[in-house]
């Protein structure tokens, strides 16, 4: 034992003798499969994918430290991060005795810039070293750094990873490796590092009312028509300001536009609205200045180039300041076209009041992109991507999964084989046990279960269709159904099937043709039947309620059959929407667009009344203000419904025209207000589910291999009902006591808590992919009190409200602030 013990500290030296590559080596293991071709089923990701938004700084000046560096056994200094070569390394001290973990690396950029992530380029030949668990956090001085921007877990492989985070002004970024990826030792490394700038997203902001407000500018066009600097403030994308070109010749560059707000307040960000007719003027080069006075402008609070096109742009200052003038600066035009500058719009961010708009926590990394999810009866949220940890294609029989402890925020990565069955683009559906059955996508026929108990993975029988981009529902029966799905497998005749919870078999249903569930798409059934909205109602029946204009009832007993119920309003085909059960027998469908990809999406929003009976009554209720297509939505324990994400435009892998700012309706007055934004883009291929302490994960997008759009991370909402204005937590209700792990339809339950409340309710753990998440609903209860902070629960007799399954119990107090949720099965 005292040689093996001395061999085991001589390991480190012993392989990194010689040369700088002849470092520990992990033991032998299966070949990782290659690559299949490109995926048919999408085009190649658009340009402006393959470009991150956020430029590379420029890493003239800089420096590198680290807690420690290999000199003796290699070249392993940090300054080669630094040096444009992956050959060369940072390495953590290895010989012996080597270096614990945790290790850092510090950048310097000897100046102070707005960073939204850290690259990470692994090194270039062997694995020791990368980085997985990892802690980012910033600092302005080099000596206070704060709580973390970022943590997360990377994934052990060579790719470069991208590590996001809420863009701030700083002068230093601090990475800290908290585990070595493959657990080969206490190691760390990295071959390069680079830090990406303003991507023109503020994070945790809210834009200013502009009432009252006046705008002037160096010059303006007048003679050909009114461009007066006033047009940028009148709410008309059609309108614009345009510097002077009549008569020539035209006023030379810069320009400059200066908002006067009245009053100093603080401000975060600016967002620049390029004029929609032509790209002439479009601004390029720009710097942002402040004042308190209109008269003296300080140093730059933002600078960069805007790309040449129609879209939304932004410029985050380097810090907030308080200011009553901000003036934005054209020094270029950006396609070079003339000495012109425009703008349509100009609008001002300042930070949100948490108790009013809500607050984000840090970006947690995750090893892969989470394309689909589920919340799991262990305070657990299981992941998955596809057969790549950040692509997609064929059908490879495994999956790349990952577990996210939501107690510790921890997250472990598993690739499932033994089911041969690769989960990209499934259906989903939570069953009565909190099992998680997924079925089709890349492997069109497949069927698998995850049991959150077991922490395994098996095989179901594969279905009788084979289906991908389909929709399920669990039914009141306890069985689940599934409709849909042309995105693989074959085109049409994707009719209804159901999944036996006894014998875990298929039955065809034969009068459940989808023929009748589809969109006007003009791609046809490929793209008309996908993402399904469903709620299943009582006696197995389902509501299909979108996102097709058409309704229909399903009945699923014998044969099945389908009948149309109506349409929903006025609205159009909403494809890429998505509904919401926000209370019993009610819900609220959103957003959309009338064809899969590259049309304009919505701003509408319609409620759908299933209480009357037979027909199901929908109404138009608020706008949202943002138009959403490739967007998430999820109920709250108190009604409201929240939504994140997606474009106005929708274009799979694309991040342009991104809403960056979540909404919340409110079912008492119909009207959506808009939150604190989002630090990462959330579109395509991204994820939104409620957590059992009453707040929101929202994350994914992308899964496009090579290209910048994709997200393999995720940050957690907390909403306004939890916070004060200072962002301190409110005082919340708690259950206390046992509350029954498992209980029946119409069961009478205690509980208890530690102060009064007002009401319970039960929300379904939700699952949740492409925008759809049929899974979800809200369940008010009756309850009576039966002492002092004791109450009596009854749960809904009929498994077509309380449907079987895992839900998380809420008590709300009268402020409407939730208790942290016990999880019970209804069953």
């Known amino acids: 034992m005292a040689f093996t013990a001395v061999l085991v500290g001589l390991l480190p030296l012993l392989f990194h003798a010689g040369r700088a590559t002849a470092d520990p080596q992990p033991p032998p293991t299966a070949a990782e499969p290659t ?9 190649a990701a658009p340009a402006d994918a393959m470009e991150p938004a956020a430029p590379t700084l420029p890493r003239s000046g800089w420096t590198a430290t680290a807690s420690d560096e290999e000199t003796a056994g290699e070249n392993g200094r940090a300054a080669n991060v630094l040096d444009g070569s992956t050959a060369t390394i940072w390495h953590s001290r290895w010989t012996a005795p080597a270096a614990p973990l945790p290790h850092t690396l510090t950048i310097d950029m000897h100046r102070t810039d707005v960073v939204s992530a850290l690259v990470y380029h692994p090194r270039g030949s062997g694995s020791n070293g990368r980085v997985g668990e990892y802690a980012l956090h910033l600092s302005t001085d080099g000596t206070s750094w704060g709580a973390a921007v970022a943590t997360g877990t990377l994934a052990d492989d060579n790719t470069v990873k991208t590590l996001s985070f809420a863009p701030k002004g700083t002068r230093y970024v601090r990475l800290t490796a908290l585990t070595e990826a493959g657990g080969r030792g206490p190691w760390s490394s990295a071959g390069e590092i680079n830090l990406l700038g303003d991507p023109g997203t503020t994070a945790g902001v809210v834009d200013l009312p502009r009432d009252g407000w006046t705008a002037a500018a160096s010059d303006s066009e007048s003679a050909a028509g009114d461009h007066s600097p006033a047009k940028v403030l009148d709410g008309s994308s059609d309108t614009i300001w345009h510097s002077r070109w009549t008569p020539a010749p035209a006023a030379a ?13 603080p401000v975060s960000a600016l967002s620049y609205e390029p004029r929609r007719t032509g790209p002439n003027g479009r601004v390029g080069a720009y710097t942002v200045t402040t004042s308190t006075d209109g008269t003296t402008f300080g140093a730059p609070v933002a600078s960069g180039v805007w790309k040449d096109d129609d879209t939304v742009k932004g410029a985050t200052f380097t810090s907030t300041v308080t200011a009553r003038y901000v003036r934005l600066t054209a020094t270029t035009e950006a396609g070079n076209r003339g000495s012109w500058s425009s703008a349509a719009e100009i609008r001002l961010r300042g930070p949100a009041s948490p108790s009013v708009h809500g607050s984000w926590g840090k970006v947690t990394g995750f090893p892969l992109v989470p394309v689909a999810t589920a919340v799991l009866p262990n305070n657990k949220m299981l992941a998955w991507s596809a057969y790549g940890i950040d692509r997609f294609g ?9 577990i996210m402890d939501l107690t510790t925020g921890a997250v472990t990565q598993r690739r499932v084989d033994n089911t041969k069955h690769d989960m990209f683009c499934p259906g989903i559906a939570v069953l009565r046990d909190g099992r998680v059955l997924v079925t089709g996508g890349s492997n069109a026929e497949r069927a698998s279960i995850y049991d959150p108990v077991t922490d395994a993975w098996t095989s179901t029988s594969d279905m009788n269709i084979a289906r991908g981009y389909q929709a399920m529902t669990l039914l009141s029966t306890g069985d689940a159904f599934v409709l849909g799905g042309s995105w693989s497998g074959g085109e049409g005749a994707k009719d209804g099937e159901v999944w036996s919870s006894s014998n875990g078999t298929w039955r065809k249903l034969t009068g459940v043709p989808a023929t009748t569930t589809l969109t006007a798409d003009p791609r046809g059934p490929y793209r008309a039947d996908n993402h399904q909205w469903l709620h299943a109602t009582s006696g197995g029946r389902v509501l299909h309620l979108g996102p097709s204009k058409q309704i229909n009832w399903i009945s699923t007993t014998g044969a099945g059959s389908i009948t149309a119920a109506g349409t929903r309003a006025d609205s159009a085909d909403a494809m890429n ?11 609220l469908t959103l957003g959309g667009a009338p064809a899969y990809e590259n049309t304009t999406a919505t701003r509408r929003a319609y409620t759908v009344d299933l209480n009357g009976g037979g027909t199901p009554v929908s109404a138009r209720t608020g706008d949202m203000a943002d138009a959403r297509a490739f967007a998430n939505s999820v109920v709250l324990p108190d009604g409201k419904v929240a939504v994140f994400g997606g474009q106005s435009y929708p274009v799979p892998f694309s991040d342009a025209t991104s809403s960056m700012t979540p909404e919340i309706w409110d079912p008492a007055t119909g009207k959506f207000t808009r939150m604190a934004s989002m630090a990462v883009p959330r579109n395509y291929h991204s994820v939104a589910n409620l957590l059992p302490d009453g707040r929101v994960f929202s994350g994914g997008g992308g899964l496009c291999g090579d290209c910048a759009t994709n997200h393999s991370d995720g940050a957690i909402f907390t909403p306004p009902y939890l916070l004060n204005a200072d962002g301190s937590e409110k005082p919340r ?8 792990a498992r209980v029946a339809n119409g069961a009478k339950v205690p509980v208890t808590t530690d102060a009064a409340v007002t009401s319970f309710v039960l929300v379904r753990a939700g699952a949740a992919t492409h925008s759809t998440d049929n899974d979800q609903r809200r369940v008010p209860l009756a309850s009576r009190t039966t002492g002092t902070n004791a109450y009596e629960l009854t749960i809904p007799s009929d498994p077509g409200v309380a449907l079987p399954g895992t839900y998380m119990l809420f008590a709300l107090n009268a402020q409407g602030v939730p208790s942290k949720a016990k999880l019970v099965t209804v069953d």
């Open 35 to 43: 690559a299949p071709p490109p995926a048919p089923h999408h085009r």
């Open 253 to 265: 560059l810069p320009h400059h536009l200066t908002l006067d707000m009245k009053s100093a307040r």
């Open 394 to 402: 064929g059908s490879n029989g495994y999956t790349q999964t990952a």
């Open 577 to 587: 929407g998505n509904a919401v059960a926000y209370d019993i027998g009610k819900l």
């Open 733 to 740: 209700p708690a259950l206390t006591g046992t509350v029954p």
